[in-house]
T-cell receptor
Framework: EDQVTQSPEALRLQEGESSSLNCSYT??????LFWYRQDPGKGPEFLFT???AGEEKEKERLKATLTKKESFLHITAPKPEDSATYLC????????????FGEGTQLTVNP | ETGVTQTPRHLVMGMTNKKSLKCEQH?????MYWYKQSAKKPLELMFV???????ENNSVPSRFSPECPNSSHLFLHLHTLQPEDSALYLC????????????FGPGTRLTVT
């Protein structure tokens, strides 16, 4: 069965303490992997799309990387405003229009 | 207005009521989506529309009825819902079904009493 698993479920960091979030997937024929940020009571905000192993994308303190089995979202020197739930989703060849989402990692950055 | 807007933001309805959720996108996209987000569960795709035509129904109960009059507007008509239908309902749009970056609205928090 196709799966997207995010870890950890929750992560607490001190301001400035760099870390990584993981998204592992078991799908056939990956067509794209997406990262979103979701603040409480709001819709997900698109961050990155990765298409092939080895690809990297950066935006401010965030950097996303992709291998054949997983993706990492690296957060460098996080600030309290980076606190949010980070969602990973994959699009595969056989899924039609569907993105398969993970359950998310809830990140809290303390000042 | 920019991006994807949804109204209402909050809705409380009884099990016998009929209500509608509205979504409008100002991005010039051609594909629109309805998702359900429940606590501690991944986003669940409900419906997909591409150029006003429904392309996917993810086995959604008939008490949820979507309508897409044009590429900018999407509705979700609700009737005789159950308490377990209480959730955040999210609308999203993308350029088309090939370019999959989906942009989400703020959602409608629905409570069924």
């Amino acid at each position: 069965e196709d799966q997207v698993t995010q870890s950890p479920e929750a992560l607490r960091l001190q301001e400035g303490e760099s870390s990584s979030l993981n998204c592992s997937y078991t799908v056939s024929g990956l067509r794209g992997l997406f990262w979103y940020r979701q603040d409480p009571g709001k819709g997900p905000e698109f961050l990155f799309t990765l298409y092939s192993a080895g690809e990297e994308k950066e935006k401010e303190r965030l950097k996303a990387t992709l291998t054949k089995k997983e993706s990492f979202l690296h957060i460098t020197a996080p600030k309290p405003e980076d606190s949010a739930t980070y969602l990973c989703a994959v699009h595969q060849e056989t899924s039609g229009s569907r993105l398969t989402f993970g359950e998310g990692t809830q990140l809290t950055v303390n000042p | 207005e920019t991006g994807v807007t949804q109204t209402p933001r909050h809705l409380v309805m009884g099990m016998t009521n009929k209500k509608s959720l509205k979504c409008e996108q100002h991005l010039g996209h051609n594909a629109m989506y309805w998702y359900k987000q429940s606590a501690k569960k991944p986003l669940e795709l409900m419906f997909v529309y591409n150029f006003k035509e429904q392309t996917e129904n993810n086995s959604v109960p008939s008490r949820f009825s979507p309508e897409c009059p044009n590429s900018s507007h999407l509705f979700l008509h609700l009737h005789t819902l159950q308490p377990e239908d209480s959730a955040l309902y999210l609308c999203a749009s993308s350029q088309d079904l090939v370019r999959r970056e989906q942009y989400f609205g703020p959602g409608t928090r629905l409570t069924v009493t």
